[in-house]
């Protein structure tokens, strides 16, 4: 029986590979994706979203809706130099004419939680705001969902936002404080992704290679990161944190290894601000409550991410 998930996502080019991912597998059924604000303007997040969907066949199926356009509490930049304006890879893609689903999106996660008890997951890929808020309506969110998978922060290692911070915890650290204290989440952290989820020019070539027409997508979407990379490190590359998180809900046994520690997020405006602590030598008095990936099967992952690109079914190596 497949397992419903509901996508929270600030959709740029990374988060349309993940929802790709979660859309084409057969094992996955996406309730909805619900939009928040992070990597760049919200208008066009929300037709990012939804031009993924009809890509892959599925706008009618999958419900879009708007949630925060703005963290709790703090202001934020997008990062456009980092995706492209408009997020998918520089040129701004045509208008998809698609309505957006009338609930607001925390609204539309407590609903379909409260109607489900303990069948519908969360991958959060983006700033937390939407389920922070979600946790305000229903403080029992965390009995309601199945599981809970989060791409964000950067354990003990450098973060890509500030040298202390990861993005989605850097635009909205009081979000980010309230669900790593309040749900049972599975971290996907940045050091993860940059040590399994990188892929270089040569990783890249059979994709440019193929002729399909996801290929095609992530080859356009991934351009302007990879300009972003050779010009802040020197290296043609493209990170996938997104896609590893829904690979490693898609497939648990993707996980090799991790740890449950106590986590916490520095809600301080300044230089720490969106740091997160995560308590690994249990040197602090806290309760260890965040199951952090800490490895994965990098090999599966990139011949599940291949299948989708190429095949259209990330499922086929599984
Ligand atoms: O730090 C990477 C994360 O921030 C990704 O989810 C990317 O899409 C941005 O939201
Ligand atoms: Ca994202």
Known sequence: MSRRVIIDTDTAGDDTQAILMAVLADSLTVEALTVVAGNVEFDRQVENAKYTLDLAGVADEVPVHEGARSPLVKEFEHVPHVHGEGGLGGDLFPETGIDSARAYAPDAIVEAARDSPGEVSLLCIGPLTNVALALRREPALGDLLDSVYVMGGAVNTLGNDTPAAEFNFWVDPDA???????????????????????????????????????????????????????????????????????????????????????????????????????????????????????????????????????????????
């Open 176 to 318: 980010a404080t309230v669900v790593v204290d309040d749900l049972d989440v599975t971290l996907v952290d940045w050091g993860l992704c940059v040590r399994q989820g990188t892929l270089d020019a040569d990783d890249i070539a059979p994709f440019e290679a193929a002729e399909t027409e996801y290929a095609e997508f992530f080859a356009t979407i991934a351009e302007a990161p990879r300009e972003f990379s050779r010009r802040q490190q020197g290296v043609d590359a493209v990170t996938q944190s997104d896609s590893i998180a829904a690979a490693c809900l898609l497939e648990p046994d993707l996980i090799e290894g991790s740890g449950t520690y106590y986590v916490d997020v520095d809600e301080r405006e300044g230089m720490t601000r969106g740091y997160s602590l995560v308590d690994e030598l249990g040197v602090t008095d806290n309760e260890p409550g965040t199951r952090v990936v800490e490895r994965i099967d990098g090999e599966q992952f990139y011949r599940t991410f291949s299948d989708m690109l190429l095949h259209g079914d990330p499922e086929r190596s599984l």
